[in-house]
């Protein structure tokens, strides 16, 4: 139900956008968040955007270069990522939750991998 595109091969300092798309329902309400995964590290937090998409919020290592946005009317959240770094390098997700920030997720996108080159 939630589909991430926009993943690649990139060097470091450039640009990927990432896009996650619902499907087969409307996430109307629901505030979304995209979190990574790091081979070997846990899952993080990476931004989060409410519903309306009046407030965001991001994690620490990526405010300033990471801009989380959505447009309900395509039911799809991006996450522009510019500025990257070789550490940015993970799979990244999507999920929808009713809790703003970082509440428990409702649903998960399948990921899309992201590679930073040095």
């Known amino acids: 139900q939630l589909v991430e595109s926009g993943g690649g091969l990139v060097q470091a300092e450039g640009s990927l956008r990432l896009s996650c798309a619902a499907s087969?329902?409307?996430?109307?309400?629901?505030?979304m968040d995209w979190f990574r995964q790091a081979p070997g590290k846990e899952r993080e937090f990476v931004a989060a955007?409410?519903?309306?998409?009046?407030?965001?919020t991001y994690a620490d290592s990526v405010k300033g270069r990471f801009t989380i946005s959505r447009d309900n009317a395509k039911n799809t959240v991006y996450l522009q990522m510019n500025s990257l770094k070789p550490e940015d390098t993970a799979v990244y997700y999507c999920?929808?939750?009713?809790?703003?920030?970082?509440?428990?997720?409702?649903?998960w996108g399948q990921g899309t991998q992201v590679t930073v080159s040095s």
């Open positions: 955007i409410t519903w309306s998409g009046g407030s965001t």
């Open positions: 087969g329902r409307t996430f109307s309400g629901y505030h």
């Open positions: 999920a929808a939750t009713r809790v703003f920030p970082r509440g428990n997720v409702d649903y």
